[in-house]
């Protein structure tokens, strides 16, 4: 689907498991990125999926100058965000996830920082969950805050989240890539290891809206999922995988 051979400056990548209800939405706010839209290109990763996602990504060709779809058929978010990272031509790979839309700066902020530190390898954002009251967003945001923080202090490096962060694609590759078949947090395990080739920085402006579908119902448990994981990989060094609760 990519219409030329040029090089882009960023690359966005984002992995898409049977998103045939959400792929749409995220794909139409990467059409309207404030930042030109010959300098970036939106490559989609469609892992396995059993449903319309591949057409749907198909029919949005017509909106974007650079618009690749893969096939990954290893059912894996760490083998898929992988397959995605390999394809990127740019220097600088942004990521995001199917059941999230970015805003209209997005991109621009995302190259306006790498731009400003040359020696940056990464960055990292937050977000808001689609549909929950501003009071839930506020103190959910600042809760996330307070656990990023917590995170530097003791590994060193702001965490990534795989819906909201950018590193240059040299680092990416210098860190050894997402661990395949991780389990949870496969986007924290990448930044501990790029945290230790350079600086990650957080843009507290950088901020996604997601859906709460993974927490929807189940809160409690999810985040025992998390915490075990958490503890397990981050703190203990554990190699033992936890998996989330599938939600699709």
């Known amino acids: 689907m990519d219409k030329t051979h040029s090089s882009p400056e960023i690359s966005v ?5 049977n998103e045939e209800k959400l792929i749409g939405k995220c ?17 989609v990763v469609n892992n396995a999926s059993t449903d319309h996602t591949a057409e749907i990504v198909h029919s949005f060709a017509p909106n974007f100058p650079h618009l690749t779809l893969i096939h990954e058929p290893d059912h894996d978010i760490s083998v898929a965000r992988n397959s ?3 394809k990127a031509r740019a220097i600088i790979i942004a990521s995001t996830d199917a059941d999230t839309q970015v805003p209209s700066d997005w991109l621009e902020q995302i190259w306006t920082e790498f731009e400003r530190n040359e020696m940056l390898a990464g960055l990292t ?4 969950y689609s549909g929950k009251s501003r009071l839930f967003n506020t103190l959910s945001t600042a809760i996330m805050k307070v656990a990023d923080n917590t995170h530097r202090l003791l590994t060193g490096s702001f965490p ?4 909201n962060f950018a590193v240059k694609k040299k680092l990416w590759a210098m860190a050894g890539g997402f661990t395949p078949h991780f389990g949870v947090l496969e986007d924290i395990d990448l930044s501990l290891r790029v945290g230790r080739l350079g600086k990650i920085n957080y843009l507290a402006d950088l901020v996604v809206s997601t859906t709460y579908r ?6 409690f448990k999810q985040l025992a999922v998390w915490t075990k994981a958490y503890l397990g990989r981050v703190i ?11 939600v699709r």
Do not use: H, M
Request: hydrophobic content about 35%; proline content about 8%.
């Open 13 to 17: 990548v984002i992995p898409a498991y």
């Open 27 to 43: 794909l139409e706010a990467l059409a309207q990125q404030s930042f030109p839209p010959d300098n970036y290109e939106v490559i």
């Open 84 to 86: 995605g990272f390999k």
């Open 125 to 128: 954002g937050t977000y808001r």
């Open 160 to 163: 990534f989240r795989g819906a």
């Open 214 to 219: 993974r927490f929807q119902g189940r809160f």
């Open 236 to 246: 203990f060094k554990s190699n033992k995988k936890v998996y989330w609760e599938p």
